[in-house]
């Protein structure tokens, strides 16, 4: 039972200052087994906080970031293959065919991307393609630029379950101020 | 009747004996009080000491009073021993004899305790297989109706696993509103998966504890699937849930279960370390690892159930010899499958009157460990004033250096494994109760010591203290039972 959180598109300080309060009240160290953070953390320091989170960090880059880190990332967590990339080298933006062609050259059974600032826990075939959205709901271009106008993206992040065969993802949203936390169940085998 | 009867008649032959071999211990105290080692006879297996002398032909079937006061009680080592050649056979004879009177005494359609009690004072014999039994009885786990045994045991078992199954929170599992259904696999331990954690044996004997129903191996992999479809796939397309593992509310399974894993990691370190010359409990073998787990296990539902006092470091010395006795018992069956609840319960029982010396919050207080030392250090005054004014007040040795461990661990850790067990033997059966047993106990090893410390400073007497030096344990055992209850001491010196 490995829990592995998921992150980013956080835009500190440019376009939010801090992770919004009740999420931080969550993420206190002990409970977590691993962290990935898909990139546009921008700021160093807040890096160094997301370290004190858990025991293990996996950061990709993403377009706005600040720190030198490596485009993709292929884990083997509990038996799992993840694969982490920022997203922004997927084009056209958010499009799920690219991604699950992302997915196949990755060979991951879990993809994990962000960039859109919009949560999606996507199956694709046995594959898993997931988004934590944006963890402070930082603006967002390509929500911006669509009509009809968006509203501003409900701050999220994603905690995995990872035992055996299943993964269990526990998305965590902000909604008027209130964290509101939703399961879903997927079976690799299926 | 006649066995009652033949085995009275033999107490008489061999009372002649014990005479003999008074005379025989009178001489070798008076060596070791000169501080030269006696007969190194290595840990005391086989040398359950104390024929009963019978005065005046009592007729009770355990065949004898035992000589509570007169202090030197007849060897009954296999070994060669410093008196006459007699000891040799007196003492197969006697193990013999004492062995069958222990039989005896568990025959019967009620089993007298108080007899059982007066036995067992001067050590269980090694052969024959009753000291689980024994131990069982002396710590009120066994009805004393030896009928009773197996309905009493079967619902203490059930017991105990019903209690592992709520206890144990799994967060993984639905809460089933049918109590015994929905067995889950079980991971104990931290979230990081401590390479996969334990498979309950309560989980399928939670059913009926008397089916040979093996280990919950295979409720685990059938049981651990919670709703496995994958719900909407698009967008947030999730169920709301109220826990989740993040959770920080008390009612959470989640919060609960990381709380536990902290406890469970503390066993865990203890209990690693228990024993580490034992292969029973030591060592990467399958069996050691199912024998740490168990005691893990009935560590952590002590803890779980006593909330006040939690998991003290220390404990696991006090289940490892109760686990060892049953887990090996071969008189029946059940026994050693259930060794964990037996272990569970008689620990429960044992430690009952050793509690405060375990809570930290007491340590000053009137119960507490610091009392208790107070206490023996007064007792030590009464016998040896000039000891323990050398010790004390010239050297300025606290007591808690050494008899802290001596008290909170009952021994367990100054003796051989066999020793020890040798020593609980008396400890669990004693009339003036265990803790006043174990303070003459302490006191008779500090006194056993004397010439080394006397003529020591500090260094030298806390390392003798802290690492006593090796003794046959018949001669404290001895020792401690001539002297009167702590509680007439400590009453005469207020």
């Known amino acids: 039972m490995v829990l592995v959180l998921c992150i980013g598109d956080l835009h500190i300080p440019h376009r939010a200052p801090d992770l919004p309060a009740k999420f931080k009240e969550l993420l206190k160290p002990g409970k977590i087994h691993s962290t990935i953070c898909v990139g546009n953390v921008c700021s160093k320091v807040f890096l160094d906080y997301l370290r004190t989170i858990s025991g293990e960090l996996h950061v990709v880059a993403g377009d706005f970031d600040e720190f030198a880190a490596p485009e993709q990332l292929v884990l083997d967590i509990a038996g799992f293959r993840v ?31 962000g960039n859109t600032h919009k949560f999606e826990a996507r199956k694709a075939g046995s594959c898993l393609a997931l988004n934590p959205g944006s963890a402070t709901g930082a603006f967002s271009v390509a929500a911006a630029g669509s009509s009809p106008p968006q509203p501003p993206p409900t701050p999220s992040f994603v905690l995995m379950d990872l035992d055996g065969q299943k993964v269990t993802v526990y998305v965590y949203q902000l909604v008027d101020g209130e964290v509101r936390v939703e399961k879903i169940d997927y079976n690799k085998a299926a | 009747m006649e066995y009652a009867k033949g085995l009275l008649s033999r107490a008489k032959e061999l009372a002649v004996q014990t005479a003999q071999e008074i005379q025989a211990r009178a001489a070798n105290a008076s060596l070791v009080a000169a501080g030269m080692p006696v007969d190194a006879a290595p840990g005391s297996r086989g040398a359950s000491p104390g024929v009963d002398s019978p005065s005046g032909g009592s007729r009770d079937v355990s065949g004898g009073r035992s ?13 060669p021993g410093p008196g006459a050649s007699t000891s040799m056979t007196g003492g197969i004879q006697s193990e013999d004899v004492r062995l069958a009177r222990f ?63 709520e206890l144990i929170v799994d967060p993984k599992r639905q809460p089933d509103p049918i109590s015994f259904g929905g067995l889950g696999a079980l991971r104990v331990g931290d979230g990081g998966g401590s390479g996969g954690g334990p498979e309950p044996a309560g989980a399928a004997a939670a059913e009926s504890p008397l089916e040979a129903s093996s280990s919950g191996a295979g409720a685990g992999a059938g049981g651990s699937s919670l709703g496995p479809l994958a719900l909407a796939t698009e967008g947030s397309g999730g169920v709301p849930v109220d826990d989740h593992p993040l959770s920080l509310a008390q009612t959470s399974r989640w ?24 292969h029973f409990f030591t060592g990467d073998s399958p069996e050691a690892e199912a024998h740490r787990e168990d005691m893990k296990r009935a560590l952590f539902m002590y803890a779980k159930l006593n909330p006040g006092l939690r998991y ?15 887990k090996t018992d071969t008189q029946d069956p059940l026994s050693s499958q259930y060794a964990e609840a037996d272990a569970f319960w008689c620990f429960m029982e044992l430690i009952s009157d050793f509690r405060d010396h375990f809570c930290a919050q007491l340590d000053n207080a009137q119960s507490g460990i610091k009392a208790t030392i107070r206490r023996l250090m007064l007792v030590l005054q009464h016998y040896d004033k000039e000891l323990w004014h050398h010790m004390e007040v010239v050297h300025k040795v606290d007591p808690q250096f050494y008899a802290f461990r001596w008290m909170t661990l009952l021994l367990s850790q100054e003796f051989a494994f066999p020793d020890t067990l040798r020593i609980w033997d008396t400890i669990l059966s004693d009339p003036h109760g265990r803790m006043d047993c174990l303070m003459r106990i302490c ?28 003794v046959d344990v018949n001669v404290l055992l001895t020792k401690a039972a001539a002297m009167p209850p702590c509680t007439e001491i400590l009453a005469a010196s207020v």
């Open chain 1, 83 to 113: 694969g982490v990339c920022h997203g922004h080298q997927i084009v056209p933006w958010g499009d799920a065919e690219a991604t699950s062609l992302l997915q196949r050259q990755m060979g991951a059974d879990i993809l994990v991307t």
């Open chain 2, 312 to 326: 003290i470091q220390g404990m696991n010395e006090l289940i490892a010899p109760l686990y060892y006795l049953f």
């Open chain 2, 103 to 165: 039989q005896a005494e568990l025959r019967g359609s009620t089993i007298n305790l108080h007899a059982l009690k007066r036995l067992a004072f001067h050590g269980i014999p090694d052969k024959g297989n009753l000291r689980a039994t024994v131990w069982k009885l002396l710590l009120g786990y066994l009805p004393l109706a030896p009928e009773d045994w197996a309905r009493h045991c079967a619902a203490r078992r059930t017991q105990y696993h019903v209690f592992c199954d």
């Open chain 2, 255 to 278: 919060c609960t279960y990381f709380k536990d894993s902290e406890v469970m990691v503390q066993v865990e370190r203890d209990v690693m370390r228990t024993h580490p010359d034992m």
């Open chain 2, 67 to 79: 000589i509570s006061g007169a202090g030197a009680s007849s060897s009954g080592r296999l070994g």
């Open chain 2, 443 to 470: 006191t008779a090893m500090i006194l056993h010591v004397r010439p080394i410390l006397m003529r020591g400073d500090f260094s030298v007497i806390l390392k003798t203290l802290q690492r006593y030096p090796p």
